[in-house]
């Protein structure tokens, strides 16, 4: 793995020091969020109707969404930047595979995937650095593949900081985190947002979007 930058080195730092909270609180994480859920089996059943083949998730934390996608019926690895994290995700979820990994530098050759998901990773990102990041899941992702972002949507503002529970992080407009996504060369599936909800702060976006043959 190519060593990381100082910004993604404090970023695994602040997941590792709070990785067995993180995986308490996110264990049953889904188990009230019936739009989400829906979000995942639609991302799961266009992935299933395209073809076999892997798919990632990028930014895994403790592994409770690769399960997830496993029990919807992908093949699916995880990959994360915290080490802390990697060993709970193994150990929590011994079937499957965990690898220790930046989702920009991951040592795959182009179009190995055939689905990724990115679910609520890119958010510590530095906005500047955000298309280099969906250039390469496009990078990665054959032909038809399919990308499923999360992300805490800015409620009309710009992109916008605010002070994440764990790390500096950003939330973005669901039009403009789209428009960077089609300059990378994917098309819109669909999208959805949804109001927080009462443990929450702010609304939530996801997009589906699909790679150009």
Known sequence: MTEPSSHLRATADAYDAIATLYLELTRDHLDDLPL????????AEHVRTAGPGPVAELGCG???LTAHLRDLGLDVFGVDLSPAMIDLARENYPGLRFELGSMDALDLAGG???????WYSLIHL???????????????????????LGFFESEGDPVTEFD?????????????LAALAGE??????????????????????????????
């Open 62 to 64: 403790p592994g409770y």
């Open 184 to 213: 990378a060369g994917f098309a819109e599936i669909g999208r959805m947002l949804r109001e927080p909800g009462a443990e929450e702060r702010f609304r939530r976006g996801h997009l589906l979007m699909r790679r150009g043959e």
């Open 112 to 118: 190995a995937l055939r689905g990724i998901v990115s």
């Open 36 to 43: 989400d859920r829906s979000v995942l089996a639609a991302f």
């Open 126 to 148: 530095p906005p500047a650095e955000v298309p280099s990041y969906l250039a390469e899941f496009h990078r990665l992702l054959a032909p038809g593949g399919h990308l499923l």
């Open 164 to 176: 994440h529970r764990v790390t500096t992080a950003y939330r973005w407009p669901l039009d403009d």
